[in-house]
C-alpha cells in the first residue's frame, strides 16, 4: 500500500512531486523509499532524449514539443540536465521564460536539475526524476541534456527515443555530434534551419550515417532503423510537426519490431548500475572516513606513495558486505 506521499503524486500532485524530487535530490532515504511504493505504477511514459550542444535549441524544441503534445491531449513532463550551465543563473531564467507559456498548464510539470555531487551520476539522479513524472501520469517525459560527456550519454540511455539536436554552420558541431552522439541518435533534429546550411548540415549527417551504415552499422541500437533527419525551426515552428511525427514513426517501429522491451530492459539496466554504484560507492566512502580519515587523506597518501590504491581498493570492496 502506498503511504500518504505516494498516493499524493500518484494522484499528480504538483507540490508533493516537486518536494519528493528535492528530497531525492538531497539524498534522503524517506524518499528512496517513496520512490520503491511508486514504482510498481510507472513504466508507462514515454521518454525522449534531446540532446545537443548548448544553444543549438534544445529548450526551445522543447518548448514546441510540449504545445504539441498538450494539443493532442498528453500529459508532459521535463526534465533540463545541464551541467555546463548549473540552472541557477541565465538557464534557468532562460529556460522559464522559454517555457513559461507552459507555467499554469496542469498537464505540464518542468523540472530543472541541479548537477550537485550525486555519487551515482547524473543519470541517476535523472532516471529518479523521470520515474517521479512517469508515477504522477505522465505520457511523455522529455529529457534535455547537453552532448558533451559519458554523464550525457548515459542519460540518454533513460530514453526510449534520442533526438540529436545538431545546427547549420558549425563543422565542429557536426564533428561532435560524429564522436558518439551519432551511436545513440533515433532523430536527428537539424534546427535553427531558418538560418543559412541547414541542407549542408543535413548532407553531412547523411554522409556520416552512409559512411556509418558502410563501416558496419549502429552498435548497441540493435534495429534496423534508419535515423530520419528533420529539418526545424524552434524559433518559427517550422519542422515541429515532421519532428514529433518522427519520434512517433520511432516508437511504432520500436513497438512493430518487438525492440520496446529490449529498450525497456536497457534503461531498467542502466538505472539500477547508477542505484548499485550510488550505494556501493556511498559505502565504501563511509567506511573510508571511519577507517582512513576520508577521501582527501587517503589521495594525500597516495599521491605521496606511501598508501597503495590497488590494495585498498580491493580490501575496501572485499568488506563491503561485511
Ligand atoms: N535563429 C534561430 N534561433 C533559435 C532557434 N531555436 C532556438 N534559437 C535560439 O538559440 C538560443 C539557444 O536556444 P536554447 O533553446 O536555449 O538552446 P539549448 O541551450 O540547446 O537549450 C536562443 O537564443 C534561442 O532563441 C531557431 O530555430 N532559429
Ligand atoms: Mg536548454
Known amino acids: 500500500m502506498p503511504g500518504a506521499i505516494a498516493e499524493r503524486v500518484l494522484a499528480g500532485d504538483v507540490r508533493s512531486a516537486a518536494r519528493l524530487m528535492r528530497d531525492l535530490d538531497d539524498g534522503r532515504p524517506e524518499a528512496r523509499a517513496v520512490l520503491a511504493e511508486l514504482f510498481p505504477h510507472t513504466g508507462r511514459a514515454y521518454v525522449v532524449g534531446l540532446t545537443g550542444a548548448p544553444g543549438s535549441g534544445k529548450s526551445s524544441l ?17 526534465v533540463a540536465v545541464d551541467p555546463s550551465s548549473p540552472y541557477t543563473g541565465g538557464a534557468v531564467l532562460g529556460d522559464r521564460i522559454r517555457m513559461q507559456a507552459h507555467a499554469l498548464d496542469a498537464g505540464v510539470f518542468i523540472r530543472s536539475m541541479a548537477t550537485r555531487g550525486h555519487l551515482g551520476g547524473l543519470s541517476l539522479a535523472a532516471a529518479d526524476v523521470v520515474a517521479v513524472m512517469d508515477a504522477m501520469g505522465k505520457d511523455v517525459v522529455l529529457v534535455e541534456t547537453v552532448g558533451v560527456g559519458q554523464d550525457e550519454i548515459d542519460v540518454a540511455a533513460l530514453a526510449h ?66 535515423p ?5 525551426a524552434a524559433i518559427s515552428g517550422l519542422g515541429i510537426a515532421d519532428l514529433a511525427a518522427a519520434i512517433e514513426r520511432h516508437r511504432a517501429h520500436l513497438e512493430a519490431a518487438g525492440l520496446r522491451r529490449a529498450r525497456d530492459v536497457g534503461r531498467a539496466r542502466a538505472h539500477f548500475l547508477a542505484l ?7 559505502r565504501a566512502l563511509e567506511r573510508l572516513a571511519a577507517e582512513q580519515g576520508g577521501l582527501e587523506a587517503v589521495s594525500g597518501r597516495v599521491a605521496d606513495r606511501t598508501l597503495d590504491p590497488f590494495s585498498l581498493a580491493d580490501e575496501l570492496a572485499g568488506r563491503l558486505g561485511a
Open 228 to 232: 530520419p533527419i528533420v529539418k526545424t
Open 276 to 282: 548499485l554504484r550510488e550505494r556501493l560507492l556511498a
Open 161 to 226: 527515443t534520442v533526438v540529436v539536436v545538431a545546427v547549420p554552420g558549425l563543422g565542429d558541431d557536426v564533428q561532435a555530434t560524429k564522436a558518439g552522439l551519432l551511436e545513440i541518435a533515433d532523430v536527428f533534429a537539424v534546427n535553427k534551419a531558418d538560418r543559412e546550411g541547414a541542407d549542408r548540415a543535413v548532407h553531412d549527417l547523411r554522409q556520416m550515417q552512409d559512411l556509418q551504415r558502410a563501416t558496419g552499422g549502429r552498435a548497441g541500437r540493435g534495429s534496423d532503423w534508419e
Open 62 to 78: 522543447a518548448d514546441r514539443l510540449i504545445a504539441q503534445l498538450r494539443a493532442g491531449g498528453r500529459a508532459v513532463g521535463v
